[in-house]
T-cell receptor, first 112, second 118 residues
């Protein structure tokens, strides 16, 4: 099936540092979404991207829809302890019925 | 709470029993999606429904699994004759409309049902 390659798989950072993670695919996507999932809960939508080249911010989070439509990145600036969790990229393939394809997640741990 | 509501949060079944998972979408949302998540993995699409219609069931196993979204009431994911491999977290998401190019219709998720098979 279709795959999204999300990296890094996990990362440890110092509080206050900036974080960057990305997703790539060999397929073209119409939509890129970034979610955060805490243990025992469902994914919470952080940022939604709908146009190639689009750059969108949500507080300390910034995400971009790659110009080739095959990739996206998420940046978190000045990380804080509550940023801990698993971040997932998800994309909707061009021509699909609406189902999302998810990356395997980036597990973020912050050293206090 | 106006979010996507799933119940039960935890469900334990013995092999061979039936599991019924319920999902009430956000108010005003008429499109429902079911996903499955194994530990340390991302979510995998199963089925996409609109009221009284299955739009895409390409991710759902052909046997033992079924889904419905009736005119009244929640969407139901039903697993018959459960096996150990069905143990997973099952998430439901909803959106106001179906996907159209460039439309702002992101999927919002519930907190899932964790299914354990003994």
């Amino acid at each position: 099936g279709q795959q999204l390659n999300q990296s890094p798989q996990s990362m440890f950072i110092q509080e206050g540092e900036d974080v960057s993670m990305n997703c790539t695919s060999s397929s073209i996507f119409n939509t890129w979404l970034w979610y955060k999932q805490d243990p025992g809960e469902g994914p919470v939508l952080l940022i939604a991207l709908y146009k190639a080249g689009e750059l969108t911010s949500n507080g300390r989070l910034t995400a971009q829809f790659g110009i080739t439509r095959k990739d996206s990145f998420l940046n978190i600036s000045a990380s804080i302890p509550s940023d801990v969790g698993i971040y997932f990229c998800a994309g909707q393939l061009r021509g699909s019925q609406g189902n999302l394809i998810f990356g395997k997640g980036t597990k973020l741990s912050v050293k206090p | 709470n106006a979010g996507v509501m799933q119940n039960p949060r935890h469900l334990v079944r013995r092999r061979g029993q039936e599991a019924r998972l319920r999902c009430s979408p956000m108010k005003g949302h008429s499109h429902v999606y079911w996903y499955r998540q194994l530990p340390e993995e991302g979510l995998k699409f199963m089925v996409y429904l609109q009221k009284e219609n299955i739009i895409d069931e390409s991710g759902m196993p052909k046997e033992r699994f079924s889904a419905e979204f009736p005119k009244e009431g929640p969407s139901i994911l039903r697993i018959q004759q459960v096996v150990r491999g069905d143990s997973a977290a099952y998430f439901c998401a909803s959106s106001p409309q179906g996907p159209t190019l460039g439309s702002n219709q992101p999927q919002h998720f519930g907190d899932g049902t964790r299914l354990s098979i003994l």
